[in-house]
T-cell receptor
Framework: KNEVEQSPQNLTAQEGEFITINCSYS?????LHWLQQHPGGGIVSLFM???GKKKHGRLIATINIQEKHSSLHITASHPRDSAVYIC????????FGTGTRLQVFP | GAGVSQSPRYKVTKRGQDVALRCDPI?????LYWYRQALGQGPEFLTY????????KSGLPNDRFSAERPEGSISTLTIQRTEQRDSAMYRC???????????FGPGTRLTVL
């Protein structure tokens, strides 16, 4: 069993739909990261959170420390949101989930 | 300012050769991390530094892999006697301090023939 698990592995949506990607972890963490990997391969950090909720534009990340669970939400999804979304648990190093491949169609 | 840069961006080498991959972190960033990402997989941790001190090298696959950051800035990941299974994208990231947001470089795609 991986220490960081994501679901779903693949996700397709129509433009405008509300998207949720889930991340569960089994290790003790000091923070959880959400990353976006573009089709071209570049990785961008979206959020780093250790409690509660953060919002940036149409992206919202939440974390429940007691349940060891985090979610990434995308409101009003757009084709340009198509990417692989990766959660990573920070202990003294990042432990990555396997990623969720999102495709948003017009 | 400039982001994290890595060189070369692409490296093709023959099995048995040594390769050195370079990472230039964001200026002033204390922590520097090396990751490896196989095609279709998520990144996996290799090693990291705070300043020039290597804090954790538990992710290095074997003793053919080594890394250094002698002056606390630029880092080099060296793979000796490369093997085909070493083919992957090698990514570097830096953060202002340990546990801060990490900024990723573009990666070096290594292909071992």
């Amino acid at each position: 069993k991986n220490e960081v698990e994501q679901s779903p592995q693949n996700l397709t949506a129509q433009e405008g739909e509300f998207i949720t990607i889930n991340c569960s972890y089994s290790v003790g963490i000091s923070a959880l990261h959400w990353l976006q990997q573009h089709p071209g391969g570049g990785i961008v950090s979206l959020f780093m959170l250790s409690s509660g909720k953060k919002k940036h534009g149409r992206l919202i990340a939440t974390i429940n420390i007691q349940e060891k669970h985090s979610s990434l939400h995308i409101t009003a999804s757009h084709p340009r949101d198509s990417a692989v979304y990766i959660c990573a648990a920070y202990t003294d190093k990042l432990i990555f989930g396997t990623g969720t491949r999102l495709q948003v169609f017009p | 300012g400039a982001g994290v840069s890595q060189s070369p961006r692409y490296k093709v080498t023959k099995r048995g050769q040594d390769v050195a991959l370079r990472c230039d972190p964001i200026s002033g960033h204390v922590s520097l991390y090396w990751y490896r990402q196989a095609l279709g997989q998520g990144p996996e941790f290799l090693t990291y530094f705070n300043y020039e001190a290597q804090q954790d090298k538990s992710g290095l696959p074997n003793d053919r892999f080594s890394a250094e950051r002698p002056e606390g800035s630029i880092s080099t990941l060296t793979i000796q006697r490369t093997e085909q299974r070493d083919s992957a994208m090698y990514r570097c990231a830096s953060s202002l301090n340990e546990a801060d947001t990490q900024y990723f470089g573009p990666g070096t795609r290594l292909t071992v023939l």
